[in-house]
Nanobody, 121 residues
């Protein structure tokens, strides 16, 4: 069974930083694109950042250069470094990835359970 486990959320003051981590475990053959999403109360889940297996990155407009996504394939782990946090960044942050298990012939999207990020003003 494949699991994605996030860590690194918490409470931080505006202007502060947090680093989220997500580690995939289980019978994994290959990991494709890795993502971070977020969902604020009453809002739809939205993409925050994506990194491909080749290292190309893409960010939502609201990131404005404040966040950096990275990956460590040797550890099946990816990160979201968040700097200059704003109160409007408060949300549950979810990691996701396209994973191929050893029995798969194509990638399947898996999700983490989410980690709360709260930014106080």
């Amino acid at each position: 069974q494949v699991q994605l486990v996030e860590s690194g959320g918490g409470l931080v003051q505006a202007g502060g930083s947090l680093r989220l981590s997500c580690t995939a475990s289980g019978s994994i053959y290959r990991i494709g694109p890795m993502h971070w999403y977020r969902q604020a109360p009453g809002e739809q889940r939205e993409m925050v950042a994506t990194i491909t297996s080749g290292g190309d990155t893409d960010y939502a407009d609201f990131v404005e250069g404040r966040f950096t996504i990275s990956r460590d394939d040797a550890k099946n782990t990816w990160y979201l470094q968040m700097n200059s946090l704003k109160p409007e960044d408060t949300a549950v942050y979810y990691c996701a990835a396209g994973l191929m298990r050893r029995t798969d012939i194509s990638y399947t999207r898996f999700w983490g359970q989410g980690t709360q990020v709260t930014v106080s003003s």
